[in-house]
T-cell receptor, first 116, second 114 residues
Framework: AQKVTQTQTSISVMEKTTVTMDCVYE???????LFWYKQTASGEIVFLIR??????ENATVGHYSLNFQKPKSSIGLIITATQIEDSAVYFC?????????????FGKGTSLTVIP | EAAVTQSPRSKVAVTGGKVTLSCHQT?????MYWYRQDTGHGLRLIHY???????EKGDIPDGYKASRPSQENFSLILELASLSQTAVYFC?????????????FGEGSKLTVL
């Protein structure tokens, strides 16, 4: 079963608007860690932002923020004031904290196109 | 600057041939990983390692071997390459489990098996 699911395959938005990308996850662990990564057209994958399951406050880094809804097992990525260079594929990932198995489970990605 | 570097960046191999993908990190991280990326599948874990001279199987280890001769180096070995192993391979590193830090990725290695 897919542990991390991104239902939006692709999204197009106008420059300078706000976009939200959805992600739901599945885990039995009491602690876990959620991440968003960005893959540029060149293939480079970079870390954007993380949310630890025990933290109630939504994480914010620059113009990236998270909408963490623990009861819904949901971690949405919000990009405000989008820029052309935000066009990329965004991956949601989860790392479970209780087990000894070291893996980051990735969603299949959401392709974002920012239109000038 | 801390980094994860992969070589080769691109390779064409023949079916049945041996392929070795290499990864070097200067992050001083304990954990290293090999992921495979296929269109529509996201990233899937092949092998990982948390200490030199030891490797662990990930979700899709069949057809792959891994080697971690030192903390800095981690290789992925395809003894008998097959068409289905055509993909982009990413190496990554992270701090130890207690830190549960994020992954730092290499640039990727595009493998085409003909």
């Amino acid at each position: 079963a897919q542990k991390v699911t991104q239902t939006q395959t692709s999204i197009s938005v106008m420059e300078k608007t706000t976009v939200t990308m959805d992600c739901v996850y599945e885990t039995q662990d009491s602690s876990y860690f959620l991440f968003w990564y960005k893959q540029t057209a060149s293939g480079e994958i970079v870390f954007l932002i993380r949310q630890d399951s025990y933290k109630k406050e939504n994480a914010t880094v620059g113009h990236y923020s998270l909408n963490f809804q623990k009861p819904k097992s949901s971690i949405g990525l919000i990009i405000t004031a989008t820029q052309i260079e935000d066009s990329a594929v965004y991956f949601c990932a989860m790392r479970e904290g209780d087990t000894g198995y070291q893996n980051f489970y990735f969603g299949k990605g959401t392709s974002l196109t920012v239109i000038p | 600057e801390a980094a994860v570097t992969q070589s080769p960046r691109s390779k064409v191999a023949v079916t049945g041939g041996k392929v070795t993908l290499s990864c070097h990190q200067t992050n001083n991280h304990d954990y290293m990983y090999w992921y495979r990326q296929d269109t529509g599948h996201g990233l899937r874990l092949i092998h990982y390692s948390y200490v030199a001279d030891s490797t662990e199987k990930g979700d899709i280890p069949d057809g792959y071997k891994a080697s971690r001769p030192s903390q800095e180096n981690f290789s992925l070995i395809l003894e008998l390459a097959s068409l289905s192993q055509t993909a982009v391979y990413f190496c990554a590193s992270s701090l130890d489990r207690g830190n549960t830090g994020q992954l730092y990725f290499g640039e990727g290695s595009k493998l085409t098996v003909l």
